[in-house]
């Protein structure tokens, strides 16, 4: 089993930049398959991006692509988000999510992670 805990939310201006992070407990960080969720209010939760074990291969939402990038540090057990050129509608509880994994599908579903942190707030002002 692995625990979730996302940081690195709050506010920022249209245009700036944040970056998530996502540490995971356990040993086996690098079996699990990581992805990046958000939910804004009223609306069902979103992909965004995923990171295959090893780190070597990423996969983005049309909407976050260029602007975001997903990245991990297995030896950190940790995942990052870097947000870039934010948006209005960027704003959310992102949430990342792990998936034991013998492979490096691109899982983009939320019904295919197994553990989820509790969220993190991401606003971004006009």
């Known amino acids: 089993q692995v625990q979730l805990v996302e940081s690195g939310g709050g506010l920022v201006q249209a245009g700036g930049s944040l970056r998530l992070s996502c540490a995971a407990s356990g040993r086996t960080f690098s079996s699990y398959v990581m992805g990046w969720f958000r939910q804004a209010p009223g609306k069902e939760r979103e992909f965004v991006a995923v990171i295959s074990r090893s780190g070597d291969s990423t996969y983005y939402a049309d909407s976050v692509k260029g602007r975001f990038t997903i990245s991990r540090d297995n030896a950190k057990n940790t995942v990052y988000l870097q947000m870039n050129s934010l948006k209005p509608e960027d704003t959310a509880v992102y949430y990342c999510?792990?998936?034991?994994?013998?492979?490096?599908?691109?899982?983009?579903?939320?019904?295919?992670?197994?553990?989820w942190g509790q969220g993190t707030q991401v606003t971004v002002a006009s």
């Open positions: 999510a792990a998936r034991l994994s013998y492979s490096d599908k691109y899982y983009t579903q939320t019904w295919e992670y197994s553990y």
